[in-house]
């Protein structure tokens, strides 16, 4: 059984969400926050309640790309922005980013181990690539970080039950490039993520072993390409999906079986009647986290950590779980249902177990190599094959 889908993408897809529908009458003064971000965490129902509460209006630029919002600090007033660790990195080596001080985030006793820390549990695997417990701080005493984890996920392998047959709900990476699902195969169509995927794949099934996949060589990256392109020679490849509705069309139509997806995808795919699941990756989970960090060039600072602690009270995080994320911080348990909380968080009757399950298992993190632009240019090549 799977997540009922009522509970998911309730006014998730609030892209174009703009400070006027959130406002105040014009005669009120209330302080302006500007929000870089994307669709599923630019909501309504977090927006809306965040204005209730701190009587601050958001002003918001949605993009997918985090790049691209990255980028915007550059050209436009921000004073939040949403990014990964690898992204945070990044920024702050642009000097995009100013520190975030733990000491003025309420609740950050309550931020789950495996972000904190960067494990699970003491002796749990720490995951190659850009964990963010061993990344986000910014000092040897860990007294600042880089961004504020908000929301995070373990990413898998889905597929249809009714096609594939799976011994207790587990399949390796190494099955998206099984003989048997030719012409049946999804892979992310985006350059660093669906070079990850694919190493993942090959190292499961003995065909190669990079030093470090999340951050691999020229010479290893060309050894991917190589192996992809020939797969796409024997048409194995049904699609490179890119984005989140493309995908559901392809699994609901069972033109694809199997995919390195998306929960959300499977949620709502399972919605339609079709018998797909979330896949226990043999290998370990693929593992992100998405939270804010700070614009250098805020002027508005107080207000930024307005909506940092928003986030750690734990309300926007309740919101993300309804739409199958995990939230970072603890306080979300005020907010949801008894039941979407056995059902999220301790996995009753969710493909893939309990949370606690899921983050002794991360294998890597999702992570922004070094050389992506040798990654895009040698991508755009498999595509173009």
């Not at 931020?111 to 720490?126: D, E, I, S, Y």
């Not at 990850?196 to 999340?214: E, R």
């Not at 699609?239 to 997806?261: F, H, P, R």
Request: aromatic share 12%; charged share 20%.
């Amino acid at each position: 059984m799977l997540i009922k889908r009522r509970h998911v993408f309730a006014g998730s897809l609030a892209s174009s969400l703009a400070a006027p529908m959130l406002g105040r009458p014009a005669f009120a003064e209330t302080k302006q926050i500007n929000l870089a971000g994307a669709s599923y965490d630019m909501r309504d129902a977090i927006l809306g309640e965040f204005v209730k509460r701190t009587n601050i209006t958001p002003k918001t630029f949605v993009s997918p790309s985090t790049q691209a919002r990255v980028d915007r600090i550059r050209t436009a007033p921000v004073d939040c922005i949403l990014l990964d660790a690898p992204f945070a990195a990044y920024a702050n080596s642009e000097s995009l980013l100013q520190p975030i001080e733990i000491a003025k985030l309420k609740n950050w006793d309550k931020m789950h181990p495996l972000l904190k820390n960067g494990q699970a549990a003491p002796g749990a695997p720490l995951g190659v690539g850009a964990n963010p417990g061993r990344m986000m701080y910014t000092d040897e005493s860990k007294t600042k970080i880089t961004f504020m984890p908000a929301f995070f996920q373990m990413d898998s392998v889905g597929y249809n039950a009714g096609k594939i047959q799976t011994e207790n709900n587990s399949l390796s990476w190494g099955d998206l490039f099984n003989p048997k699902y030719r012409g049946k195969v999804a892979m992310y169509g985006i350059d660093w993520l669906g070079m990850l995927n694919a190493a993942m794949g090959m190292q499961a099934l003995g065909l190669f072993k990079p030093v470090d996949m999340s951050n691999m060589t020229e010479k290893e990256v060309d050894t991917v390409i190589a192996f992809l392109k020939e797969k796409k020679k024997e048409c194995h490849f049904r699609a490179m999906w890119k984005a989140y509705g493309e995908l559901v069309n392809l699994m609901a139509s069972e033109e694809v079986w199997i995919a390195d997806a998306w929960w959300p995808v499977i949620v709502e795919v399972a919605g339609k009647g079709i018998p797909v699941h979330y896949a226990v990756a043999k290998e370990g989970y693929r593992a992100w986290c998405n939270g804010y960090g700070i614009a250098a060039t805020t002027k508005n600072l107080d207000v930024a950590y307005e909506w940092l602690n928003y986030w750690m009270d734990g309300y926007p995080g309740a919101q993300q779980s309804k739409i199958g994320y995990f939230s970072t911080s603890g306080g979300y348990d005020k907010y949801l249902e008894p039941e979407l909380i056995k059902q999220v968080y301790g996995g009753e009757g969710r493909d893939g177990g309990s949370l606690a399950d899921r983050a002794m298992r991360v294998y890597v993190w999702n992570t922004r190599p070094k050389n992506l632009e040798y990654y895009t240019e040698k991508w755009n090549e498999f595509l173009a094959a």
